[in-house]
């Protein structure tokens, strides 16, 4: 079956520091993939998405990696602010013709000290 | 300013009652999404529509209902037969032509309580 998921529920950094959020998948069929932010008692919020016949992407202090030879996809967050402490998703979509059905991971809490 | 307003924010809900959580959006976005989000869970598609009066079962739908009679509004209704319908609901939608990419925006949620 199809399943997203993460390494770590939770990471603790200091503030100015560099974020690394970790993701694996098996649905090899999804064409792309996304992080979502959440903040607490809050919708998610789109980040960024990568395709997946890209390796890396870049956004506004955001940096995407994906590694399909074992599956593996990373958010890096630069200069990590306090404003950056939430969950965070990883998504895949479901590949083919089923547009807009994603996959969820259980999510990373992201905690950010000043 | 565009969004999607979902409706209430918290409900409460004894066994054995439907009930019907609200999502509208002034984005004119054609595409509507309810997901089911569980605590240390991520998120769990209910129900999704691309178009109005045409919408597809998620990876969890029994136990819920849903319509599209309005390209702005995709309601939800949790019914009797769910059997575990204490979750947080966020109701999401996107551009039909960035559907692929997976960028969805969402809600704010409606928490459900069953008593």
Known sequence: GESVGLHLPTLSVQEGDNSIINCA???SASDYFIWYKQESGKGPQFIIDIRSNMDKRQGQR???LLNKTVKHLSLQIA???PGDSAVYFCAGNAGGTSYGKLTFG???ILTVHP | DGGITQSPKYLFRKEGQNVTLSCE???NHDAMYW???DPGQGLRLIYYSQIVNDFQKGDIAEGYSV???KKESFPLTVTSAQKNPTAFYLCASSVLGRVHTGELFFGEGSRLTVL
């Open chain 2, 25 to 27: 959006q002034n984005l």
């Open chain 1, 79 to 81: 200069a990590t602010q």
């Open chain 2, 35 to 37: 997901y089911r989000q």
């Open chain 2, 67 to 69: 319509s599209r009679e």
């Open chain 1, 62 to 64: 955001v940096t995407v």
């Open chain 1, 106 to 108: 259980q999510g990373t």
């Open chain 1, 25 to 27: 998948y098996s649905n």
